[in-house]
């Protein structure tokens, strides 16, 4: 893939679809997402994979976008996932590896409970659908605010433990935890072997300085704020830019280490036992335990 500015896909980034209510504004509610989805459809969009935008070519239909989830949320195997399928769309979710199938014990609480994230052998079968996942860092720390070292364990050891138990392709994007990249970040990111990158909305457009627009709980309309090209949608992508750099709480704790994390959720190498590369098979009994 060329280096450079190039004809990218426009990118949605959700966070939360369905679920217990929160005090923060990542979460969509699940007839929401619906009503959007089935808007966009039915309108003419469609979703492409990881495959399809790294191709950064001139799509033959003009309303094509990156659909993309953030965290791992295993509310998306419930409320989400399926939508997406039953309308022949498909999604990228980036994963926060070491909280595979743990709760989110990384961030803030703004649940009355605890969330649990998606597990491998949901992961699996949802990716046996059609269906990407990439990294989201190994413990969601902002990149920018740490040293290179750091950096770099984190988005190494991500991608290590997803190209093992998903196969290659699982390495070649990475969405960076908070949006927060620079050039330094990005380079770092180059270096661990990823091709793709996204940040916040303000990205430019370079492979690994992506742009995304966040979806957040007031984009109620039925074509969200960051596929519209009139002044709403530049309005809300202003909005919503605003919101992504003023989530530092999150950020605050995890460099204090004010029990942001527990130790349900330990350093993970790669799995001993990797996983083949993708293959697009029919999902495994629902009933199948997850790990």
């Not at 769309?89 to 199938?101: E, K, N």
């Not at 527990?262 to 009994?285: M, V």
Request: aromatic share 10%; net charge neutral; with cysteine.
């Amino acid at each position: 893939m060329a280096v450079g500015t190039l004809s990218y896909p426009q990118v949605l980034c959700y966070h939360r679809i369905g679920g217990p209510l929160e005090l923060g504004v990542t979460r969509v509610g699940r007839s929401v997402f619906a009503r959007q989805m089935t808007a966009l459809a039915r309108a003419g969009w469609r979703t492409v994979t990881l495959d399809e935008f790294a191709a950064a070519t001139p799509h033959a239909a003009r309303r094509t976008f990156l659909l993309s989830f953030d965290d791992g949320y295993a509310h998306l195997a419930e409320h989400a996932y399926p939508v997406l399928a039953d309308l022949g769309f498909t999604a990228t979710t980036f994963l926060v590896t070491d909280y595979v199938g743990k709760t989110n014990t990384w961030d803030v609480r703004y649940t009355w409970n605890r969330l649990r994230h998606l597990g491998w052998t949901t992961i699996e079968q949802w990716r046996a659908r059609g269906f990407d996942f990439a990294s989201h860092g190994a413990t969601h720390r902002r990149l920018t605010w740490v040293d290179d070292g750091a950096v770099a364990s984190e988005l190494t050891r991500s991608r290590e433990l997803l190209t093992a138990r998903l196969g290659p392709d699982a390495g070649r994007a990475v969405a960076y935890p908070f949006g927060a990249v620079d050039e330094r970040v990005a380079r770092a990111a180059s270096a661990a072997g990823y091709e793709l990158g996204f940040g916040g909305v303000k990205g430019n457009q370079t492979a690994l300085q992506l742009s995304r627009v966040p979806v957040y709980f007031w984009d109620l309309g039925d074509v969200p704020f960051g596929l519209r090209d009139d002044a709403l949608g530049g309005l809300g992508r202003i909005v919503a830019n605003m919101a992504n750099r003023c989530a530092v709480g999150t950020s605050i704790l995890q460099e204090l280490g004010l029990g942001t994390r527990d130790s349900e959720a330990t350093t993970l190498g790669p799995n001993p036992e990797p996983r083949g590369p993708k293959q697009r098979t029919a999902p495994l009994p629902e009933s199948a335990a997850d790990a």
